[in-house]
């Protein structure tokens, strides 16, 4: 790990080294570096780990049994309908309870 931040650093480095010989150089030496400094993590033990969590989440998500477009069409519609059920709801509520205390029990409104 330290290797790769060493070398993500020195690609760095290299860009603002580079920049008397042209923009073309720089993002070719900056590059280069990015691309070892993954080779490196990668062969470390901590990137052989998130490779074998990337091929076993690719796994799993093949396992997935999706809902045909119809099925996913209803239950959107069922999500819309039960918020704007709710959002009537607790608009309702909360016109209910200004009421209740504003004018009934302090009298502000007249």
Same mark, same amino acid.
Do not use: C, H
């Given at each position: 790990? #330290?290797?790769? !931040?060493?070398? *993500? $650093?020195?690609? +760095?480095?290299?860009?603002?080294?580079? =920049?008397?010989?042209?923009?073309?150089?720089?993002?070719?030496?900056?590059? #280069?570096?990015? !691309?070892?400094? *993954? $080779?490196?993590? +990668?062969?470390?033990?901590?990137?052989? =780990?998130?490779?074998?969590?990337?091929?076993?989440?690719?796994?799993?998500?093949?396992?997935?049994?999706?809902?045909?477009?119809?099925?996913?069409?209803?239950?959107?519609?069922?999500?819309?309908?039960?918020?704007?059920?709710?959002?009537?709801?607790?608009?309702?509520?909360?016109?209910?309870?200004?009421?209740?205390?504003?004018?009934?029990?302090?009298?502000?409104?007249?």
């Amino acid at each position: 790990m #330290a290797a790769a !931040a060493a070398m *993500v $650093v020195a690609s +760095l480095v290299a860009y603002y080294v580079l =920049s008397k010989q042209g923009p073309l150089f720089q993002w070719l030496g900056l590059l #280069a570096g990015l !691309a070892v400094a *993954v $080779v490196i993590f +990668l062969m470390s033990e901590t990137g052989k =780990s998130l490779t074998a969590f990337g091929q076993d989440a690719v796994r799993e998500v093949k396992k997935v049994v999706w809902p045909a477009r119809r099925e996913a069409i209803q239950m959107t519609a069922y999500v819309f309908g039960f918020v704007l059920i709710m959002a009537l709801f607790l608009w309702l509520t909360d016109k209910t309870l200004e009421w209740v205390f504003y004018d009934l029990i302090l009298g502000w409104k007249n």
